[in-house]
């Protein structure tokens, strides 16, 4: 591939193997969109709106006036801030880690989650991810030389007949299995910690080794608690998981997460990252240790709210006909486009048609893989009025025939109507 000037500009097989990043026309029509002035309701991300913990944000302004926090850090995190992750892990899920070697700091979960690819793969091995999946659990193996099997994800228990059947019948075995409960985009949990046992044993008897994204492990509903991967006996022989700060405590921009379980994993992420790079800024390495010591209460208001957010999304878009579930966990309302409303066009063409005619973007269920076609993923990131505005967007554009009030308002000013 050439960048099209005299000079040829060669990027890497590593670049150009990468799957199409199939959110570009989306992303396109949204910013054109709003350089054009229209409001778009944005469902398109789980990127969270809501501010972070007071005392956070109060303690990240303290420490930033420390002359001797503007240094480099350390890559896996400064031993505080690791003893409070272990801490955590034994409070909220009785799982007892060592902070100095099952422990790592990560840039955000998804820095942590491609460099243990790095870590982990070698060109040609290959790794089972489920699909739909959230982007980077493939472009992460594909960035490291891998290739990915998909298995279709359903319920927990066919799932796992599934990823056993590849298991036994791949040549060579998969090397990875990568989870993600709550998941990302169809946001299906798990009941209990029995499932993580069942793939513990599988992993164990085919040596495969296991990452699970506990990305949403703090973002649940109506008295329902994920379990963690490391509450699985022997867990920590096989695998290991990764947490955020980004969603329970709304620190998306602050990048930080960390990687908790296997220790030679983590040494092995360890090592890479040393490479890579020199640690998150301090402040916000000490800023998070009060997030975590102290926030459990803000932590629980946040899945109030999301609840809240949730209940009104299901509501409506079953009021105006559509089929959802109500999801138990995580930040996402997966749903199904019927047939009539799809109109034989695939969920591109169809939320690209909703971002012109209502003014809301929402995330189609194609980007995260052949088994995500027919659905469409809303993340409720928005406050509950403009949910419900959203809704009422979607009705009229679907339903009625009636353009979203922008819409209309610019093309009057254009003189188009
Ligand atoms: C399943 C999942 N994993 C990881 C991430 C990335 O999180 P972080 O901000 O920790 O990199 C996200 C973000 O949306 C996610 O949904």
Redesign the pocket.
Known sequence: MTTGSEFPIEVSSRIRRLPPYLFGQLNKMKMEKRRQGVDIIDLG???PTDPPPRAVIEKLCEVVQDPRVHGYSQSIGIPHLRREVARLYERQFGVTVDPETEVIA?I??????SHMCLALISPGDTAIVGDPY?P?HVYGVALAGGNVINVPLGNDQAFLRRIAYVVEHLYPKPKLLIL?YP??PTAMTVDDVSFFEQVVQLARKEKIMVIH?F??GRTAFDGYKPPSFLQATGAKDVGVE?C????PYNM?GW???FCVGNREMIKALATIKGYYDYGIFTAVQVASIVAMRNGEADVAHQSEIYQKRRDIVVEGLRKIGWEVESPRASMFVWAKVSDQHLAGQGTIDFCLRLMDEAEVAIAPGRAFGENGEKCVRIAIVENEQRLRQAIRNIDGALNKGIKAPTATKLKRKAGKE
């Open positions: 991300m789980g990127n990560t955000g979960s998804k820095e942590g989650f959230f980077i993600n998941h990302n994204d990305a949403y990764f955020t700060m980004s969603k998306a990048r930080i997460g």
